[in-house]
């Protein structure tokens, strides 16, 4: 058994290496396929194409045997590994179960117990992997993944291997501390509907639930009819950005390993509280938010046929109530308002999320005297009357309360994690900066199960502004074909333009939002150089525009018509 598991171990290391040496030309094709992309937009000959078009047959046939070797000797790592691991099981004692000491965590109360630690329970000032028992961190980073990929992280540093879209896959113990961690920095998981899926999902929901029939003991049993509905769920990407100093890079695998499990759980924890209530929905890629959900004035054009009846919520589950009330008339109001989320679905507890300086409002109007004049507060972490946990996040407006059954919103989550290094950069901190990034959505599955409530007498805020995604922005910041003026004016989020070209040739310049985006242009089958001269032909041809930035694209396109005067 131990000859075999050194002879694997051997070929283990050699294959590993042949990759390793691999690998290194990755930046090499990166560099040459940049180049290609360059002359492609520069060519403006017949004789250049062809040249090009060789150049590029001959790169794509190199690259894809280059590929075909990586995936070769990926795959013998993978069932090495494999083989490795199963001669190490049968090899290993038997382990006897720990003794559970201590209080359990209850299921329903979606806690779970890392090692007798409960994380989710941690104070803020300790990190999550710093609590668990010293045994069981060593055990952690001894494990082969963990290593490897602490490895790889502290290389993306030095290679910048995020130029030639190298992600990280973060080992699955990692993950499972991340997935429990998040659950400190974001108050709105814990009260929520959580599935893990795979790809776009359905979820089943029940529709109407009819009423049992009562009947003689020995009476036909009467059949109900019960009715099922369907939402669906797609995966749009949450990134956050994780500033590591250079100085914990170069340190011990167990800080290093630390630091990631809590910058990642902060960024994306909080991110999904504010796409819980004020996501924009598919159109803007991220999950529904309520309120976005509740402010609709019309059914969507993709509203799925199978889901449930879409309802008009805009003026029943939006309320304000008038800031003069005071005493017994504001909580009487207050509880009508907040009354709107009835429903026969829920099974769970209500929540209300609004910011410190609210919650704050409504203290004050719960203040009364005692006999011997002391003052009292009765609201403390859940509102009275009313009932329902109190969950302060300082991004909603002030006078805002958003809430109801948490579990009546379904958030998706699809499995696994990614990291890799960011094009931002902290020079003056001494960072290096990282991103982790995971895919979800998320939406109400009973929207009338939730409300949102100004109690300043003013109009709900029913839209926040989110973090730009500039990694994926494609929009352009001007453009110019000769002196014409374009028909509309140009505007960024405009597509289609229409000018009138006088004379046989102009400049044709774009100019892109962001830095890091690519800009190709064509005209009449040709590929064009930004700033070059287009020569026009008679008629009405089109020019088009395109921005391409990350995995995001826009196309422009200018209808150019030469009047018989251009000579």
Not at 22 to 39: G, N, Y
Not at 252 to 264: F, K, P, Q, T, Y
Not at 480 to 503: C, I, K, R
Not at 537 to 542: D, E, F, S, V, Y
């Amino acid at each position: 058994m131990a000859l075999k598991t050194i002879m694997l171990r051997q070929q283990l290391e050699t294959r590993k290496a042949s990759l390793a040496q691999l690998s290194q030309r990755d930046a090499e094709f990166a560099a040459r396929e940049a180049e290609l992309e360059q002359a492609i937009g520069e060519a403006d000959c017949a004789e250049d194409e062809q040249a090009i078009t060789e150049a590029v047959d001959g790169f794509t046939g190199e690259k894809e045997a280059h590929e075909a070797k990586k995936a070769a000797l990926e795959r013998e790592i993978a069932d090495i590994e494999k083989q490795l691991d199963a001669l190490e099981d049968r090899a290993a004692a038997p382990l006897a179960a720990p003794e559970r000491t201590g209080k359990d965590v209850r299921t329903n109360e979606r806690m779970i117990s890392m090692e007798h630690v409960e994380i989710r329970s941690l104070p803020m000032s300790r990190r999550a992997f710093d609590a668990l028992p010293a045994e069981r961190r060593e055990a952690i980073m001894r494990q082969p993944d963990v290593q490897e990929f602490l490895g790889q992280l502290r290389g993306l540093r030095s290679t910048r291997a995020a130029i030639s879209g190298v992600e990280l896959t973060i080992p699955v113990v990692i993950l499972d501390l991340i997935a429990e961690n998040q659950f400190r920095y974001s108050k709105l998981m814990r009260r929520v509907r959580v599935r893990n899926v795979n790809g776009e999902a359905r979820q089943t929901i029940a529709g109407t639930v009819p009423e049992a029939v009562w009947t003689e003991m020995c009476g036909a049993i009467n059949e109900l009819t019960f009715g099922f509905n369907q939402i669906s769920v797609d995966g749009y990407k949450v990134a956050g950005y994780i500033p590591v100093c250079n100085s914990v890079l170069e340190d011990n695998d167990v800080d290093l390993a630390g630091w990631i499990i809590e910058m990642i759980s902060e960024a994306i924890g909080k991110a999904k509280d504010k796409a819980i209530l004020y996501g924009k929905g598919a159109g803007s890629k991220m999950p529904l938010g309520i309120v976005t959900r509740l402010a609709q004035q019309s059914q969507p054009t993709d509203y799925p046929a199978v889901a449930p009846p879409w309802t008009d919520l805009h003026t029943t589950n939006i309320q304000s109530i008038s800031a003069s009330l005071k005493g017994a008339e504001f909580w009487s109001a207050l509880m009508l308002a907040l009354g709107n989320t009835y429903t026969t679905y829920s099974r769970g507890e209500q929540f209300w999320a609004m910011n410190s300086r609210t919650y704050a409002l409504l203290r004050s109007k719960m203040i009364t005297f005692t006999a011997s004049g002391d003052v009292a507060a009765n609201i403390f972490g859940t509102l009275p009357i009313i009932t329902g946990d109190v969950e302060v996040l300082e991004f909603i407006p002030d006078g805002d309360i958003i809430g109801g059954y948490g579990d009546l919103y379904l958030w998706a989550q699809r499995s696994g994690m990614r990291i890799d290094l960011s094009t931002e950069a902290q020079f003056l901190q001494d960072n290096t900066v990282f991103r982790g990034k995971e895919r979800a959505d998320g939406m109400p599955i009973v929207p009338g199960a939730f409300v949102a409530v100004n109690i300043n007498g003013g109009t709900m805020t029913t839209e926040i502004p989110f973090a730009a995604d500039l990694a994926n922005f494609a929009d352009l910041d001007a453009l110019s074909v000769g002196g014409y003026t374009l028909s509309p004016a140009f505007d960024p989020d405009v597509l289609s333009y229409t000018v009138t070209a006088t004379n046989a040739g102009d400049a044709v310049e774009a100019t892109a939002a962001s830095a890091n985006a690519r800009v190709a242009i064509s005209y009449n089958g040709r590929n064009m150089r930004n700033g070059g001269t287009v020569t026009w032909a008679n008629g009405t041809l089109p020019l088009t525009v395109t921005v391409q930035n990350g995995n995001g694209s826009r196309v422009y396109t200018v209808s150019v018509t030469r009047t018989a005067s251009g000579g």
